[in-house]
């Protein structure tokens, strides 16, 4: 009786499906007639998606084509980069879909190529914001913008770090419901009219005009431009149903299906509650994580250098700190250098734009701020103190933000200074640890930035996400210390390295199409070539143990940063008092290794 009740509503599911398609039909058509190329993609994919689960896959692909080919249209008619990624994370389901048909093709035709079509398709819908802030800023579009709307930007922004440092004022005094939403209406109102403005701004420039954007990179392309001999590429894209894995070295390309995004999620937030949380956590606890996205590949990788494209959830993992499959107490970090990228195309570009720019020698180290009036450095400091927190952390909330002194910072700011010729320092510490400083040209001269302080996380509004600098100055009056992400973008700072050591630095709201949008892609729109950030809240007196070993091995030892993280990550995984991954597996390396 089971066996006939599953073949009735396998039935009945064909019948719907065949329904389905008849009205899809007669959708296409009313679509083309009026011009409607928005539903006229979503008929194509509702109906390569009801192929594709009839096995009919060659037909779902010419569909899913026909959609896809709408929609880089469609995106290309919206001026506005933030309207245009709300517009492309909508339709991230017909890339997933092209995708997943492509590999579908690959199980059955192995020979054909289908697997680097996929794997060219899942890279081309990443970061691409990012790929085009980095080609525009390249162009300098700016520099023929018109004036005029340029100084709207320049008094927009600064009425809008205005308004946002009144909220915080207003958040830490009495106030009321409405005060609160009256000021957050604000904000929005004038981070919205800040979009359109930047939009008038690239129409308004010629050299924006006559703009062309690179064309993705195919799979040989990135072969030849990214990859050596000792490089690989892992590329993870989460589906519903399934999800796939790329596996791309100099001269081949090997795929594999992994489980469902839900079942590899669940196996994320158990490793990353128990390594995150606890300096009692040990590598063993991510191994069954390790099981589901390591185990099926550990023996290609050999001691090579990896470059991880994350996807979903994946883009929260320490992969230095996963345990290999075969030796569940042994990090991969110990046999692998790991790269982290939005994007493989990322490194295409970085060395596309910065093969010529010059590179400066100065280290700026920008640490200790002055967060409050108890603050001894204060002439006259308040008596009621405030104890400093164990972390690089802080209380986020509408009912109140305290900033509390990091005392480790500069211990950390002192011992990385000490490394560096005196003629190529640029301390900035205490009361010269303000906005001024980094929103300052002569910043553009450094070769390495080096933040030591509190870094807040917005994960709704993620332009809304700060560094915090010194809220008073010499003489004990405010002032706003917040530099912004939306600052942060307009920043030129040409750095080989910029460095955020403080918490949850790497992460950002996962918006589908861009990945992570936070303080980290935000530097690297700012011309970075590499960004050191933090995946979970660090403890100021490792973190500040990690930094003194990881710059005494580049400045000194002459490593590269990624060698240089590497090397004293082990160092820390190797000692008696540091060994617990919640220490030092927190921090990655993003952009270009060379």
Not at 504 to 520: H, M, N, P, Q, Y
Request: with cysteine; glycine share 4%; net charge negative.
């Amino acid at each position: 009786m089971a066996r006939l009740t599953g073949l009735i509503l396998l039935f009945q599911c064909l019948a719907v499906s065949t329904t389905l398609l008849v009205r899809l039909s007669y959708a296409l058509p009313v679509s083309n007639v009026v011009g409607d190329k928005a539903q006229e993609a979503l008929s194509l994919y509702n109906r390569a998606e009801l192929e594709r689960d009839r096995g009919n896959f060659d037909t779902a692909l010419t569909q899913i084509e026909d959609a896809i080919a709408i929609v880089e249209n469609l995106r290309t008619t919206i001026p506005s980069p933030k309207l245009r990624a709300s517009y492309f994370a909508t339709v991230q389901g017909y890339y997933q879909l092209y995708s997943d048909l492509l590999m579908q093709l690959h199980w059955q035709n192995p020979d054909q190529g289908y697997d680097a079509q996929a794997w060219e398709i899942s890279d081309r819908t990443r970061a691409r914001n990012l790929i085009e802030h980095l080609t525009e800023a390249g162009a300098n579009i700016r520099a023929s913008a018109n004036p005029k709307l340029l100084e709207q930007e320049r008094n927009l922004l600064q009425q809008l770090n205005s308004i946002n440092h009144q909220k915080y004022q207003l958040l830490n005094r009495q106030y009321t419901e409405q005060e609160l939403n009256e000021i957050n209406q604000k904000i929005a109102t004038n981070l919205a009219q800040l979009d359109q403005l930047k939009t008038q701004i690239r129409l308004s420039s010629p050299r924006y005009a006559a703009l062309k954007y690179p064309p993705p990179l195919t799979l040989q392309e990135f072969q030849q431009q990214v990859l050596d001999e000792d490089t690989i590429l892992l590329e993870y894209a989460l589906g519903e149903e399934r999800s796939y894995l790329w596996v791309v070295t100099k001269h081949s390309i090997t795929s594999y299906q992994l489980p469902k995004r839900s079942e590899i999620e669940s196996a994320v937030q158990n490793f990353r509650q128990s390594i995150a949380k606890s300096n009692a956590a040990n590598i063993d606890s991510g191994i069954s994580l390790s099981r589901i996205i390591l185990a099926p590949i550990v023996s290609q990788l050999g001691n090579k250098r990896l470059l991880i494209v994350g996807d979903g959830a994946l883009q929260y993992v320490p992969f230095a700190a996963l345990p290999i499959p075969s030796s569940p107490t042994t990090p991969l970090l110990a046999r692998n250098e790991i790269i982290t990228l939005p994007s493989a195309s990322l490194i295409a570009i970085q060395r596309q734009q910065f093969k010529n720019r010059p590179i400066a020698k100065n280290v700026a180290v920008i640490a200790d701020p002055v967060f409050t009036l108890n603050d001894p450095r204060l002439p006259n400091p308040a008596k009621n103190s405030a104890q400093s927190l164990p972390t690089k952390d802080l209380e986020l909330g509408e009912e109140g933000v305290i900033f509390n002194r990091l005392p480790y910072t500069r211990i950390e700011a002192e011992k990385i200074l000490a490394f560096v010729p005196e003629n190529q320092r640029l301390p900035a510490l205490d009361f010269e640890a303000e906005r001024s400083t980094v929103t300052n040209p002569n910043l553009a001269e450094s070769k390495i930035i080096h933040f030591a302080t509190h870094m807040v996380l917005d994960p709704i509004q993620p332009e809304l996400s700060e560094i915090v600098l010194s809220l008073y100055d010499r003489n004990g009056k405010p002032q706003d210390g917040f530099l912004r992400l939306y600052e942060i973008f307009n920043l030129n700072l040409p750095a080989e390295l910029v460095v955020l050591s403080g918490s949850e630095t790497s992460l950002g709201k996962d918006v589908k199409g861009e990945g992570l949008i936070g303080l980290a892609k935000g530097f690297l729109s700012a011309g970075a070539k590499q960004v050191v950030g933090s995946l979970w809240s660090v403890n100021d007196a490792a973190t500040s143990e990690l930094m003194a070993k990881f710059y005494q091995k580049m400045l000194q030892g002459g490593q590269k940063p990624v060698t240089a993280l590497r090397e004293a990550q082990l160092e820390m995984w190797n000692s008696g008092q540091w060994q617990s991954p919640y220490y030092w597996a927190a921090f990655t390396v993003q952009g270009d290794w060379q």
